[in-house]
């Protein structure tokens, strides 16, 4: 272990336990124990494992952290071995893990509904009239879309449904009375670490009934993404974000019988070498997206983007609160959205640049798509909601909108 690299595919969230600061660490692989909480002291620490720096390069980087104060090879090999036991790093342990969950997942012919039952109910019965409770909640002075004109896609959040009654209901009110055959959802892939994008061919089952996948239009995607798309399908086992929208979809659309192409989107920042541009994005993903622009262009196809803009707050790594971030992120939103609905990419990653990513704005590869996908088009917003946890002075904003034909 000359070269230690910790594991990027875990989330670390910041809270409060009997009046000590703690970061609980979030692993969907199921390694590290659910409940564990690290010191904050330990963050910068993994930052510096990056698998590029050496054991002497650590003890010096990790003395200089803590004023000088002597770490030796023999320390860091010590804590090394701590934290592999912890699940904390990428070592041959968490491969053979990471390798034996995908070969489970992969054996099965469905991605079943994991949050059923946790972000909502989880039978027929109850499930459907809590969406109908939803639906009804879409804003009553939302702007109405153009008389006439054919709706392409959506935007809605993926943000627990509870949370964003009100975008939900305005995002999948406009849905009702139509049948389209093809669905294609661009969620986003929190835990993608190869590529862009990640793919899957199975159903996505809900209480409501399966949703199944348009395995054709998977496979040519696959085919034409090349190195913008990861090669496995794990990324889907634990991800919410298609989910819900697999959930919406099943109730407003009825007996409509209708496939899914379900997309993940990751982090930009990584898949494009640090270079988040318009010409960095196209240049990785270009033939991907030629292909899903030719399948949202067949007749009774949808387009769904399943995304959250803004998190802020010390739970998303600031070092305020939200409330003192709240204008300048939902200043950001707005501009993404006119960028969106000006049909101006350009414009889009420039306001991503223009605030470095300070926001964490997770969806930011799922409207870059959505963008590129669709022809020249109308987009309406119908609602911009944000949650706030009060309990970690943290918030993440969210919209709804939809892009009608011109």
């Known amino acids: ?121 989880d039978t027929r019965a109850l499930l459907a009239p809590y969406l109908d409770a939803i639906l009804a909640l879409a804003p009553q002075d939302a702007p109405a879309l153009p008389a006439g004109a054919r709706l392409l896609g959506i935007i809605a959040p993926h943000i627990d449904p509870e949370a964003g009654k009100a975008a939900y209901g305005a995002a999948y009110a406009p849905l009702r009375g139509l049948a389209p055959k093809r669905v294609v959802v661009l969620g986003v892939g929190h835990q993608i670490i190869r590529g862009l994008y990640c793919l899957t061919n199975k159903s996505y089952a809900t209480p409501l009934g399966d949703v199944p996948a348009d395995a054709a239009a998977v496979a040519r995607l696959r085919a034409a993404g090349g190195a913008a798309v990861d090669p496995g399908d794990l990324q889907h086992r634990d991800e919410h974000s298609v989910e819900f929208q697999a959930v919406f979809l099943r109730h407003v659309l009825g007996e409509t019988p209708f496939s899914l192409v379900p997309v993940l989107c990751g982090s930009p920042l990584g898949a494009l070498s640090g270079n988040a541009s318009h010409a960095a994005f196209l240049d990785l993903a270009g033939p991907f997206l030629e292909t899903l622009r ?29 409330q003192l971030l709240e204008d300048a992120a939902t200043a950001h939103d707005a501009a993404l959205l006119d960028a969106l609905a000006a049909g101006d990419a350009e414009a889009f990653w420039a306001e991503s640049a223009r605030v470095k990513d300070r926001y964490n704005v997770c969806g930011l590869t799922a409207l870059a798509t959505l963008a590129e996908i669709l022809p020249p088009s109308d987009m309406t917003v119908l609602c911009r909601d944000i949650m706030r946890e009060k309990e970690t002075a943290s918030a993440v904003t969210f919209a709804a909108a939809a892009v009608t034909a011109r």
């Open 294 to 322: 030719e399948l949202a262009a067949t007749p009774d196809t949808l387009v769904v983007a399943g995304v959250d803009f803004c998190h802020i707050g010390p739970k998303f790594g600031h070092d305020k609160p939200a």
């Open 1 to 121: 272990m000359e070269h230690p690299r910790a594991r990027h595919d875990l989330e670390f969230i910041p809270f409060d336990h009997e009046g000590r600061q703690m970061i609980l660490v979030r692993d969907r692989l199921g390694l590290v124990p659910y409940g564990t909480g690290v010191p904050p002291g330990l963050l910068p620490i993994l930052a510096l494992m990056d698998g590029l720096r050496s054991l002497d390069d650590l003890a010096r980087e990790i003395t200089a952290l803590q004023g000088g104060r002597g770490v030796s090879r023999e320390d860091i090999l010590a804590v090394l071995a701590e934290l592999d036991q912890a699940g904390l790093l990428d070592t041959e342990r968490y491969r053979a893990a990471k390798t034996q969950a995908a070969a489970d997942f992969a054996a099965k012919p469905i991605r079943e509904a994991v949050f059923a039952g946790q972000a909502y109910p």
